[in-house]
């Protein structure tokens, strides 16, 4: 049976290595890792067509929440 190595037990075999040796680590493992990412598929985004078909907002809704947001602009305090 292998034995599963942890991330804290490869780190510390890494610290051991020398400058060199620890090029040639990132080197190998690098290729591995541009690989791996290419071959994941990005999720597919959500589309928000027809997000607010069913809303029924007016203009005079419309009206309200501009006068609602303008009633205490511009202010003193600012």
Do not use: C, H, Y
Request: hydrophobic residues 35%; aromatic residues 2%; charged residues 40%.
């Amino acid at each position: 049976m292998e034995k599963t190595v942890t991330l804290t037990e490869i780190l510390e075999l890494v610290t051991r290595l020398s400058l060199v040796d620890k090029v040639r680590l990132i080197e190998r493992v690098a290729p591995q890792i541009e690989q791996e990412l290419s071959i994941e598929q990005p999720k597919p985004r959500k589309s928000l067509r027809g997000l607010w078909r069913g809303v029924d907002i007016s203009e005079e809704d419309i009206a309200e929440a501009r006068r609602d947001m303008g009633r205490n602009f511009p202010r003193e305090d600012i």
